[in-house]
């Protein structure tokens, strides 16, 4: 705990330094709270150099509050295709959507107001209103945790309830009256850039006289591992046609999320977005899923149907290590489908897909040139 002139010197060798070290980031430019609030809900999964061109070319699309708020749900997950996680896409729609409804169009600058908005959480609004209105409110997430730990060598699971609480009573102590937004920007930025989860580099650091963790030379240990949770394998196998014109088959994402798909299961891990027919499976996929196929699409043409197998696709998404297997199957006509749409396999960026379903029509297209096509 810092005495009064402690915490003094402490807000001040770290402002000092934020202020001179900043990383130049696009939405530290203008004080603006809806960049602040897409800069926020982009950086949530995505790493910053990431996010970077989607940022600009999301703002170039979607200018204001407005723009998104009355653009094509299709054109948003399009923009934001490639940055997995659409539902904060759709939740940052959705919110917008009520700031014309109940703000007329302006960022709310009430605590109350903005959490009430779709997709917006304590960290996020804490950090909306200290950056754009320089409301006292201190942010506190995985990052600034960290630093907070190391700093009087917090021990055990951060996320823990109670001990999240004092970390958050911590932080509000620190916080800055005067600067609130440059404040916690500050707190962030020596999480990310000198207080890393590994090799902190505590020799550049601006406040390193005041942190506990170094003094006992355990800052690196902390935070403590948590508990993790047991990963989940998922074996899923996905039909991707392709006619003489490379043409193949993508399926919408169901109208409402929360709908039940069907009674096959088409896993809600792909169907969000456009995606290929796919079923989860647990054994024999290619019988499976041609049972799926047919069931899905009845056709006389599918009987000949020849299900080739197109490599395997990894990928994981939280505690889920999903195994994808591409099915190519090659026809003279696409299958007549509901709601299915047809584009080039060479390029389904036409339609807002996620990763997974562009690395599974890769592996397909990498399939088609090894193997001829049947007449
Ligand atoms: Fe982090 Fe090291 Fe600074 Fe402590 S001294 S806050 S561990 S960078």
Request: glycine share 6%.
């Amino acid at each position: 705990m810092l005495n009064g002139s402690e915490l003094a010197t402490f807000r001040k060798q770290l402002l000092g330094w934020f202020r001179q070290f900043q990383r130049d980031l696009p939405w530290r430019r203008i004080k603006d709270p809806y960049r602040i609030w897409l800069s926020e809900i982009m950086l949530q999964q995505t790493r910053v150099a990431a996010a970077i061109p989607y940022y600009e070319r999301f703002l170039e699309r979607f200018p204001d509050v407005r723009a998104l708020a009355a653009a094509p749900q299709e054109e948003i997950l399009r923009a934001w295709s490639g940055l997995g996680y659409y539902s904060r896409a759709r939740n940052l729609q959705k919110a917008a959507q009520q700031i014309v409804a109940k703000h007329g169009g302006q960022f709310p600058a009430r605590m109350d107001d903005v959490l009430a908005l779709p997709g917006i959480g304590d960290y996020t609004a804490a950090a909306i209103l200290s950056i754009g209105f320089g409301e006292k409110y201190a942010v506190l997430d995985g990052n600034v945790a960290r630093v907070l730990a190391r700093l009087s060598a917090i021990r055990g699971d951060l996320r823990e309830a109670t001990r999240w609480q004092e970390l958050q009573e911590t932080a509000d102590r620190l916080l800055d009256p005067q600067s609130p937004g440059d404040w916690n920007q500050a707190m962030m930025e020596l999480g990310a850039t000198l207080c890393t989860p590994k090799s902190p580099q505590c020799l550049l650091c601006p406040v390193a006289q005041f942190c506990e963790g170094r003094k006992l030379g355990i800052a690196e240990s902390l935070p403590e591992k948590r508990k993790k949770r047991a990963t989940v394998k998922v074996t899923l196998a996905a039909a991707v046609f392709a006619d003489e014109k490379d043409q193949t088959l993508l399926l919408p994402p169901p109208k409402n999320t929360k709908e039940k798909t069907s009674a096959d299961h088409v896993p809600t891990l792909v169907s969000k977005m456009w995606h290929f027919p796919t079923i989860s499976v647990t054994a024999e996929p290619a019988r499976n899923l041609l049972a799926f196929l047919r069931k899905r699409m009845p056709a006389v043409q599918s009987r000949r149907w020849q299900l080739i197998p197109a490599g395997k696709v990894r990928h994981a998404v939280t505690y889920r290590a999903i195994t994808l297997l591409p099915f190519l199957i090659h026809v003279k006509k696409l299958p007549r489908c509901r709601g299915a749409r047809q584009v080039p396999l060479s390029d389904i960026s036409g339609l807002p897909a996620s990763n997974l379903t562009r690395k599974v029509a890769r592996s397909a297209l990498a399939a088609a040139a090894s193997v001829p096509a049947m007449n």
